[in-house]
């Protein structure tokens, strides 16, 4: 991208001798996390506890969705390792066509945990 399709206006370097956009930002970060008091007390998280306690079977089942997500998650470069071992290199078309509708399945059950998952967690 050139400098004659950017707006007249628009920077395309900083300017020598000071920073960016984003290294000002990060400075920033930097700055703001070092005046944050840091807490290591998990007993404030027990104020939550009322909340989640009426809302027990959204959080269960968001729960059981975070670990089947997770489970589909690692079960994926498995499913694509029984494709290469089992298909590619047996050189059976059957084997082959396994491998990919085993591929496929994990796929959409991750797909379909994962955005129940997320539908559950929003939920809460």
């Known amino acids: 991208m050139d400098g004659s399709t950017l707006p007249p206006n628009t920077p ?11 290294a000002q930002f990060a400075a920033g970060l930097g700055e703001a996390a070092r005046k944050r008091e840091g807490s290591r007390e998990l007993a404030l998280l027990g104020h939550l506890w009322p909340y989640l306690k009426r809302r027990r079977m959204e959080l269960l089942l968001a729960l059981t969705f975070l670990v089947l997500a997770a489970g589909a998650t ?12 089992g ?7 059957e084997a082959t066509n396994r491998g990919f509708a085993g591929l496929i399945g994990v796929a959409v059950a991750m797909a379909l945990f994962s955005a129940t998952r997320y539908y559950f967690v929003t939920r809460l």
């Open 74 to 85: 690692l079960a994926l470069p498995a499913a694509a390792r029984i494709l290469v071992d």
């Open 87 to 93: 298909g590619f290199q047996s050189g059976s078309e």
């Open 12 to 22: 395309t370097a900083p300017a020598s001798g000071r920073p960016g956009m984003g």
